[in-house]
């Protein structure tokens, strides 16, 4: 077996039954602190030190704890304010503050702020739609052999269309000679993360799991539900484990455990989504997720940092080290231009997000297209809802719907599957949806994914989940190795995005080397973070052209969608790529296809590549994600790939020789945190110190505290600062002086071979081999002549050109500002020693920061 991180799971595993002890919030009488603690530091102690009373461990979570403050003051942040006081204190030199203090060794912390939580929504409360008679059933004798076979006496079994359709023959979910098999759920568990259970259903008593069990919105052990509109767990839950009895219907996986976690019937803070999401992570093996942020086509949010950590801690540790697996609704919102990219729980690598369709295989008004639905099963719509288990005693539903009743089909499968192969991984689980998947016989964007020969559609995923090819997958599947991962650097564009039908392309080439040095073999998720400045969101679209010319509709234009902030630090998700080998040009093509008064600016974007490894036995595990992971992109990693290009067929220049970049990322090692602790070191364990990044190769100085020498003979100033950092300093001017005297040259050669470059000509094309060839004869998609390369570089040239603006030294800067600087590329052209300035200016040119960032304070610390 080749499941890593088996051994320190099977510890976890023997603790399990320890952490099983939440703490029990009431958020109505005090305030709490989630802090991420310095591996060794005692919470006791770092509770008795700052008048905090430590309340228990957070959830799974290795080194996280709770705090609280026996007050509930909601503009006051205990933490942030005791480590301003520090801040000062240090600014000042006073006595003694330079010593080590306790908040040092706070590496992340969050007051819980349930005033700050976006709405999360259940995805099954939709419009009613027609209900209709079917006509008389044809196969209905074929149905009740198969009840007598199964010894299924269950009342409203012959209305579970979903489970054996006598009317339209085809469509369900083919599990019934999965069962013939005995294969109905027997050891496996899933866990209904919604507003409750009722476990004294007499339809789902039998198979309550209590001990996976809490209510997070109550504090108590049952879930209950207890809200008079608390009836969608239970709902979703009888689809999946309904018992076979004589009571309502079955479940798909009618012998399985069923557990549950209520969140949905009060706000709660992110701490306690995070617990939940990993809430007896050793039994609970499938986590059934019906709901997210409102499917209003306006709404735009990712769960908070904490619980992304959980999804992530829950894949690495949960089920053993195989991985927890999270189900997901894909959302209703498709009649109101909403898309599952736009929400990200279901655009996380992590979630398997699951999409309808309805007894007659077409697709219903609500279920979202989206790039990053892998499957979709069935649900309401053509007449007729799911039927299920309803709140009661031997109480039963028969409009259970949206695609919150598609998710728990698929968790149902799944608990097929982990009885017959519970070796599956999390990445197994979602290779085998991929490949068994059918393809739905109807009109929609199919293309094919050659990789893997299955045609994929926005609309439907991969196709319809089929029980029985699932679970024969599974039977004798070999696991895949680990997962491996590349991140791009970040590509500066900063161009203005035309209205209309053209769009504004940027590519960027990955190379074989890059991947075997990221020890990737091939991909499954893809990931685009992006910053697109937009003074009407709606109006965007996103498309992302892989190597082999399959292309992902990232985002889509929505129509309701006013917001006046673009795309901030967004990441998208893309499972059309699944199986590809990702080696070559990667093109993302940003449009703005409303003409109005509404423009904007395509900043940057990254690319990150999720896949198989080559070679398991290297491979690393992914740290937790950090705040700000994405905040690194205001410095530029590597010079000579953060590019743009306009929509022409062009591409960046060639990342090889600059090993560096491959350095930091990530891969294989945990880079390890700096020597002294300090006081804003907040979570920068595991993020180069900035320096390092820049266009010189300054060995990476870590942040000292020594104090500094000069570097220079003394006619040089030292700036007040390290020996690295002067270093650092003298080095960038001596390379942007050298730059932009071998560029006042290329600028003189070239500028007569430029008339052919007007703006006016840019016309929307994909960007294509082809095209490239044309302009290029001899350099193929990989390998780039001189005579190419300068070529690209005169149209990028351009591209950075204001508007309108010829003047030399503008084109002179914003090339230069390509090479290294931080500086804005709109800046006054004339200011060329900006680009050293606002290098040097700590914490200058990133208004991305927020306020609070940790970063802008390190900047004034010593
Ligand atoms: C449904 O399951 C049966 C086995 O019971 C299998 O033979 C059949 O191929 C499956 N149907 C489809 C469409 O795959
Ligand atoms: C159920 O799971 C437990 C632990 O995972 C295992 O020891 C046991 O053999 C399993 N039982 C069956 C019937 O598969
Ligand atoms: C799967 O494995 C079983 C034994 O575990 C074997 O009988 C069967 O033939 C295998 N099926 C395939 C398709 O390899």
Same mark, same amino acid.
């Given at each position: 077996?080749?499941?890593?991180?088996? $051994?320190?799971?099977?510890? +976890?595993?023997?603790?399990?039954?320890?952490?099983?002890?939440?703490?029990?919030?009431?958020?109505? *009488?005090?305030?709490?602190?989630?802090?991420?603690?310095?591996?060794?530091?005692?919470?006791?102690?770092?509770?008795?030190?700052?008048?905090?009373?430590? =309340?228990?461990? +957070?959830?799974?979570?290795?080194?996280?704890?709770?705090?609280?403050?026996?007050?509930?003051?909601?503009?006051?942040?205990?933490?942030?304010?005791?480590?301003?006081?520090?801040? +000062?204190?240090?600014?000042?030199?006073?006595?003694?503050?330079?010593?080590?203090? &306790?908040?040092?060794?706070?590496?992340?912390?969050?007051?819980?702020?349930?005033?700050?939580?976006?709405?999360?929504?259940?995805?099954?409360?939709?419009?009613?739609?027609?209900?209709?008679?079917?006509?008389?059933?044809?196969?209905?004798?074929?149905?009740?052999?198969?009840?007598?076979?199964?010894?299924?006496?269950?009342?409203?079994?012959?209305?579970?269309?979903?489970?054996?359709?006598?009317?339209?023959?085809?469509?369900?979910?083919?599990?019934?000679?999965?069962?013939?098999?005995?294969?109905?759920?027997?050891?496996?568990?899933? @866990?209904?993360?919604?507003?409750?259970?009722?476990?004294?259903?007499?339809?789902?008593?039998?198979?309550?799991?209590?001990?996976?069990?809490?209510?997070?919105?109550?504090?108590?052990?049952?879930?209950?539900?207890?809200?008079?509109?608390?009836?969608?767990?239970?709902?979703?839950?009888?689809?999946?484990?309904?018992?076979?009895?004589?009571?309502?219907?079955?479940?798909?996986?009618?012998?399985?455990?069923?557990?549950?976690?209520?969140?949905?019937?009060?706000?709660?803070?992110?701490?306690?989504?995070?617990?939940?999401?990993?809430?007896?992570?050793?039994?609970?093996?499938?986590?059934?997720?019906?709901?997210?942020?409102?499917?209003?086509?306006?709404?735009?949010?990712?769960?908070?940092?904490?619980?992304?950590?959980?999804?992530?801690?829950?894949?690495? #540790?949960?089920?053993?080290?195989?991985?927890?697996?999270?189900?997901?609704?894909?959302?209703?919102?498709?009649?109101?231009?909403?898309?599952?990219?736009?929400?990200?729980?279901?655009?996380?690598?992590?979630?398997?997000?699951?999409?309808?369709?309805?007894?007659?295989?077409?697709?219903?008004?609500?279920?979202?297209?989206?790039?990053?639905?892998?499957?979709?099963?069935?649900?309401?719509?053509?007449?007729?809802?799911?039927?299920? !288990?309803?709140?009661?005693?031997?109480? @039963?539903?028969?409009?259970?719907?949206?695609?919150?009743?598609?998710?728990?089909?698929?968790?149902?499968?799944? *608990?097929?599957?982990?009885?017959?192969?519970?070796?599956?991984?999390?990445?197994?689980?979602?290779?085998?949806?991929?490949?068994?998947?059918?393809?739905?016989?109807?009109?929609?964007?199919?293309?094919?994914?050659?990789?893997?020969?299955?045609?994929?559609?926005?609309?439907?995923?991969?196709?319809?989940? /089929?029980?029985?090819?699932?679970?024969?997958?599974?039977?004798?599947?070999?696991?895949?190795?680990?997962?491996?991962?590349?991140?791009?650097?970040?590509?500066?564009?900063?161009?203005?995005?035309?209205?209309?039908?053209?769009?504004?392309?940027?590519?960027?080439?990955?190379?074989?080397?890059?991947?075997?040095?990221?020890?990737?073999?091939?991909?499954?998720?893809?990931?685009?973070?992006?910053?697109?400045?937009?003074?009407?969101?709606?109006?965007?679209?996103?498309?992302?052209?892989?190597?082999?010319?399959?292309?992902?509709? &990232?985002?889509?234009?929505?129509?309701?969608?006013?917001?006046?902030?673009?795309?901030?630090?967004?990441?998208?998700?893309?499972?059309?790529?699944?199986?590809?080998?990702?080696?070559?040009?990667?093109?993302?093509?940003?449009?703005?296809?409303?003409?109005?008064?509404?423009? %904007?600016?395509?900043?940057?974007?990254?690319?990150?590549?999720?896949?198989?490894?080559?070679?398991?036995?290297?491979?690393?595990?992914?740290? $937790?994600?950090?705040?700000?992971?994405?905040?690194?992109?205001?410095?530029?990693?590597?010079?000579?790939?953060? !590019?743009?290009?306009?929509?022409?067929?062009?591409?960046?220049?060639?990342?090889?020789?600059?090993?560096?970049?491959?350095?930091?990322?990530?891969?294989?090692?945990?880079?390890?945190?700096?020597?002294?602790?300090? +006081?804003?070191?907040?979570?920068?364990?595991?993020?180069?110190?900035?320096?390092?990044?820049?266009?010189?190769?300054?060995?990476?100085?870590?942040?000292?505290? #020594?104090?500094?020498?000069?570097?220079?003979?003394?006619?040089?100033?030292?700036?007040?600062?390290?020996?690295? !950092?002067?270093?650092?300093?003298?080095?960038?001017?001596?390379?942007?002086?050298?730059?932009?005297?071998?560029?006042?040259?290329?600028?003189?050669?070239?500028?007569?071979?430029?008339?052919?470059?007007?703006?006016?000509?840019?016309?929307?094309?994909?960007?294509?081999?082809?095209?490239?060839?044309?302009?290029?004869?001899?350099?193929?998609?990989?390998?780039?002549?001189?005579?190419?390369?300068?070529?690209?570089?005169?149209?990028?040239? /351009?591209?950075?050109?204001?508007?309108?603006?010829?003047?030399? =030294?503008?084109?002179?800067?914003?090339?230069?500002?390509?090479?290294?600087?931080?500086? /804005?590329?709109?800046?006054?052209? %004339?200011?060329?020693?900006? $680009?050293?300035?606002?290098?040097?200016?700590? %914490?200058?040119?990133?208004?991305?920061?927020?306020?609070?960032?940790?970063?802008?304070? %390190?900047?004034?610390?010593?």
């Amino acid at each position: 077996m080749r499941v890593h991180g088996w $051994l320190p799971s099977a510890l +976890l595993l023997c603790l399990a039954g320890h952490s099983l002890a939440v703490y029990k919030p009431d958020y109505d *009488a005090h305030d709490y602190y989630a802090v991420h603690l310095r591996s060794g530091q005692q919470p006791e102690h770092v509770a008795q030190q700052l008048d905090l009373h430590y =309340e228990g461990p +957070l959830g799974e979570l290795e080194d996280h704890y709770m705090f609280r403050r026996s007050t509930t003051e909601h503009a006051y942040d205990h933490i942030k304010s005791e480590k301003e006081a520090l801040r +000062l204190r240090r600014r000042r030199r006073e006595a003694g503050a330079e010593e080590a203090h &306790i908040l040092d060794h706070m590496l992340w912390t969050q007051k819980q702020d349930l005033a700050k939580r976006f709405k999360l929504e259940k995805r099954g409360v939709i419009p009613a739609w027609p209900r209709q008679d079917m006509p008389v059933p044809a196969l209905v004798q074929e149905g009740l052999q198969i009840a007598k076979e199964m010894s299924i006496s269950d009342p409203i079994f012959q209305e579970q269309w979903h489970l054996y359709n006598h009317v339209q023959p085809g469509h369900d979910i083919n599990v019934t000679g999965v069962w013939a098999q005995g294969v109905t759920g027997k050891n496996s568990t899933v @866990c209904i993360v919604d507003d409750g259970l009722d476990m004294d259903s007499d339809d789902l008593k039998a198979n309550y799991f209590r001990e996976g069990s809490w209510d997070f919105n109550d504090q108590v052990q049952d879930p209950k539900p207890r809200l008079s509109d608390d009836h969608h767990g239970t709902r979703c839950a009888g689809e999946v484990c309904a018992a076979r009895n004589d009571v309502c219907g079955v479940g798909v996986a009618y012998d399985g455990k069923i557990s549950a976690c209520r969140i949905l019937s009060r706000v709660i803070s992110d701490a306690d989504e995070a617990i939940a999401m990993n809430y007896a992570y050793q039994q609970n093996q499938i986590y059934s997720c019906s709901w997210g942020p409102p499917d209003d086509g306006q709404s735009m949010e990712q769960p908070g940092l904490l619980i992304r950590r959980a999804m992530v801690n829950g894949i690495q #540790k949960g089920r053993a080290g195989r991985g927890s697996i999270y189900v997901f609704a894909i959302g209703n919102g498709a009649a109101n231009d909403d898309n599952c990219n736009f929400d990200g729980y279901t655009n996380s690598i992590y979630s398997v997000s699951v999409g309808g369709i309805d007894r007659k295989g077409l697709h219903p008004y609500y279920s979202e297209k989206c790039s990053a639905q892998l499957v979709v099963t069935y649900s309401s719509g053509s007449g007729d809802a799911i039927h299920t !288990t309803d709140v009661g005693k031997d109480k @039963c539903y028969s409009n259970h719907g949206g695609t919150s009743a598609a998710g728990p089909l698929v968790a149902g499968i799944y *608990a097929l599957m982990l009885e017959v192969n519970p070796d599956l991984t999390w990445r197994d689980i979602q290779w085998l949806t991929v490949l068994t998947a059918l393809k739905i016989d109807q009109e929609s964007d199919w293309m094919p994914n050659k990789a893997i020969g299955k045609d994929f559609s926005h609309q439907f995923g991969y196709g319809k989940a /089929d029980a029985w090819a699932l679970v024969e997958g599974a039977r004798n599947w070999t696991n895949v190795k680990p997962q491996a991962w590349y991140y791009s650097p970040w590509m500066h564009v900063k161009h203005a995005i035309p209205q209309g039908d053209q769009g504004l392309a940027s590519s960027f080439e990955v190379t074989a080397d890059m991947l075997k040095q990221a020890n990737l073999e091939r991909l499954e998720h893809v990931t685009i973070t992006m910053n697109v400045e937009h003074t009407r969101r709606g109006d965007l679209s996103v498309e992302l052209k892989s190597p082999s010319g399959m292309v992902s509709h &990232i985002a889509t234009h929505r129509r309701n969608d006013e917001w006046e902030g673009g795309y901030v630090d967004w990441t998208f998700m893309s499972v059309a790529h699944w199986g590809e080998p990702g080696i070559g040009t990667w093109t993302v093509i940003v449009k703005d296809t409303n003409v109005n008064d509404h423009e %904007g600016k395509f900043t940057d974007w990254r690319l990150r590549l999720w896949g198989e490894s080559i070679d398991a036995s290297i491979q690393g595990v992914l740290p $937790l994600p950090k705040e700000g992971d994405d905040d690194a992109h205001d410095i530029i990693t590597n010079p000579d790939v953060t !590019t743009t290009s306009v929509a022409v067929p062009t591409e960046t220049g060639k990342p090889d020789g600059n090993p560096e970049d491959h350095q930091h990322r990530p891969v294989n090692s945990k880079p390890t945190s700096t020597s002294s602790p300090s +006081l804003d070191e907040d979570e920068k364990e595991g993020k180069e110190p900035t320096t390092t990044s820049t266009p010189t190769a300054t060995p990476s100085p870590s942040p000292s505290t #020594k104090p500094s020498s000069a570097l220079l003979p003394h006619i040089f100033p030292t700036f007040g600062v390290t020996r690295s !950092t002067q270093a650092w300093i003298y080095g960038s001017i001596t390379l942007i002086i050298l730059f932009l005297l071998g560029l006042g040259t290329y600028w003189f050669v070239q500028r007569r071979k430029r008339s052919w470059l007007r703006r006016e000509d840019y016309t929307f094309e994909m960007v294509d081999h082809e095209g490239a060839a044309d302009e290029e004869p001899g350099a193929g998609a990989g390998t780039a002549n001189g005579k190419g390369r300068r070529k690209r570089a005169a149209r990028l040239y /351009d591209a950075f050109a204001p508007a309108g603006s010829d003047d030399e =030294e503008g084109d002179a800067f914003h090339v230069g500002s390509d090479t290294g600087s931080e500086s /804005d590329g709109e800046e006054d052209s %004339g200011e060329k020693k900006g $680009l050293v300035g606002a290098r040097i200016g700590e %914490g200058k040119g990133s208004d991305r920061y927020r306020d609070d960032d940790p970063r802008r304070e %390190g900047a004034d610390v010593p």
